[in-house]
């Protein structure tokens, strides 16, 4: 992986080496300027293929020979000598706990160790975490929006940006709140739990009751096999004249279909309901399936809805199969799990949460995994300390002013347990205590000094890198997933809310502003 770095890198390593500057220690950071989405936070994702990769990095005989091809010919030998030898063993990487939150200009990580390498690992860390951290954050929101008992499943393979993009959005999605994916080999991969139903393409390849080959089913306790098609077809007469619909509008062929579906999977039939007619022969014909699968002692596990006004339908749906289970003394058919799908987004979910809905399960695929709200978190990686000497890039754009020198980051809490403030001291200074008055600067207030009493000093930085390789066992995804979770559950509602957050603030200690300002007057 160490090739996966931008040209430039290669050129400004070489002129370090020449300079003799190669060794010299060095310190950046890992942030992103504005909360995504136009919202207060971001959770921080990717940290731990980030860490693989440092842990991998070198470059190998054939990439050294193709550096050699691509580098002006003027290159001195012994610069390829140096880069077959070049590892991470000096590399310190201190990070937020992978699945945190955090807030713009904040650190997400910090590494330290020589320049050269320091400098080469930018853009390999940046690609590694700014989709992971943007997807993550995407799938917070849906999950915020959708509530904490609704499933969610990611179905985006097919409108990722390519295989990686794809199993990237399943993984970090999963992180951010998806209970699901679709993408099977996500699910080997990283052990995320895989869902599906059937297909429209499936239903419409079948035309008539005729089709179904496999047509006997045995019952649940055992006994002599029954012919599923038949029981079925019983069972949409009484149904039909229950719902008060013409048996002869229900599509055979679809009822063929999901006959032939339950056939082959009787514990766990489920039914696409939108082929056809939802009312007239989806909903008819899946409870007739359900209802003789249920005389066999077998029970449906669910149907989906994939077009039309989804939350009218769910309640239409979720109207007759209490009535079925109703008339026909089948209590679990009242509580049959509703999912949708269909390009859903977040004004979908908002839509759905206004009118009402009997939804249960919800698929997301192009809007999720695409961010079209946002297609880059913009994370950006910063020298803020050289040889010692702490380092500024001036703009007259503060928001684009880096901060600089070697820092210690806390998140302070108020007698809530709300994060209120995150803080940004230099790594010389006291750790700040509970209960203590501090002095802060509030960045992007003009420098205005305030005061704050903070209940909880939370360190926010761990080290997991140190001397070629991890310095702590990585959590599970799934620890990773509930660690989100809770993290996000910390946030006072006014941060946490999605349209018009109130901004969350970002503050410097008094020794590091005037440390800031110094370096200002200097450079002027």
């Not at 070629?468 to 509930?482: F, I, R, T």
Request: net charge neutral; charged share 20%.
């Amino acid at each position: 992986m160490a090739p996966l770095t931008d040209f430039y890198h290669l050129t400004m390593a070489y002129g370090h080496w020449r300079a003799g500057r190669h060794r010299v220690p060095a310190a950046a950071e890992l942030f992103f300027r504005r909360g995504p989405f136009r919202g207060a936070f971001a959770l921080g994702a990717g940290l731990a293929e980030g860490l693989r990769c440092l842990r991998a990095f070198r470059f190998s005989a054939a990439d050294v020979a193709y550096l050699r091809s691509i580098l002006p010919s003027t290159t001195e030998e012994a610069f390829f000598d140096y880069l077959a030898t070049l590892d991470t063993s000096e590399v310190t990487v201190s990070a937020v706990p992978e699945g945190s939150v955090v807030f713009a200009r904040v650190p997400f990580l910090q590494v330290r160790g020589p320049l050269l390498v320091v400098q080469l690992l930018e853009t390999t860390l940046l690609c590694l975490v700014n989709y992971a951290s943007l997807v993550a954050t995407n799938a917070s929101r849906f999950r915020l929006l959708a509530g904490p008992d609704v499933k969610l499943v990611e179905m985006g393979l097919r409108r990722a940006q390519g295989p990686d993009g794809a199993l990237s959005a399943s993984k970090y999605s999963y992180i951010g709140g998806f209970d699901y994916t679709s993408n099977v080999l996500a699910g080997k991969l990283y052990g995320i739990p895989v869902r599906g139903t059937i297909a429209h393409s499936f239903i419409m390849s079948f035309t008539s009751l005729e089709e179904v080959q496999l047509r006997k089913l045995p019952p649940l306790a055992g006994g002599e096999p029954v012919d599923l098609p038949a029981l079925a077809e019983s069972w949409l007469q009484r149904v039909c004249e229950l719902l008060q619909t013409p048996p002869e509008k229900a599509n055979r062929g679809e009822l063929a279909a999901f006959t032939s579906y339950a056939i082959t999977f009787p514990r766990n039939f489920q039914g696409l309901l939108d082929t056809y007619c939802v009312r007239r022969s989806g909903l008819p014909n899946f409870c007739a399936v359900a209802l003789a699968l249920h005389q066999l002692g077998y029970q449906a596990i669910g149907v989906r809805l994939d077009s039309g006004d989804l939350a009218q339908q769910s309640k239409e749906v979720r109207r007759v199969l209490r009535a079925c289970g109703a008339h026909f003394q089948v209590p679990w058919f009242e509580t049959i799990p509703i999912a949708v799908s269909n390009d859903i987004s977040e004004q979908s979910l908002e839509e759905f949460s206004r009118e009402g809905s009997e939804i249960d399960m919800i698929g997301v695929g192009t809007n999720l995994v695409t961010c079209p709200l946002q297609p880059s978190l913009g994370c950006i990686y910063k020298l803020v300390e050289v040889n010692g000497s702490p380092c500024l890039k001036l703009t007259e754009d503060e928001e684009k002013m880096t901060i600089p020198g070697s820092k210690t980051i806390y998140r302070l809490y108020d007698a809530a347990g709300h994060p209120f403030m995150d803080l940004m001291a230099l790594e010389e200074e006291p750790l700040p205590s509970a209960g203590q008055e501090l002095v802060v600067r509030v960045l992007g207030t003009l420098g205005e000094a305030r005061k704050v009493v903070p209940t909880t000093v939370e360190p926010l930085h761990r080290t997991y890198f140190r001397d070629g390789q991890m310095c702590e066992p990585l959590p599970s995804l799934l620890e990773v997933k509930n660690h989100a979770q809770a993290s996000l559950s910390l946030l006072n509602p006014a941060h946490r809310r999605l349209h018009e957050p109130q901004p969350y603030p970002v503050a410097v200690s008094e020794r590091l502003h005037r440390l800031l300002a110094e370096l200002r007057q200097a450079s002027q």
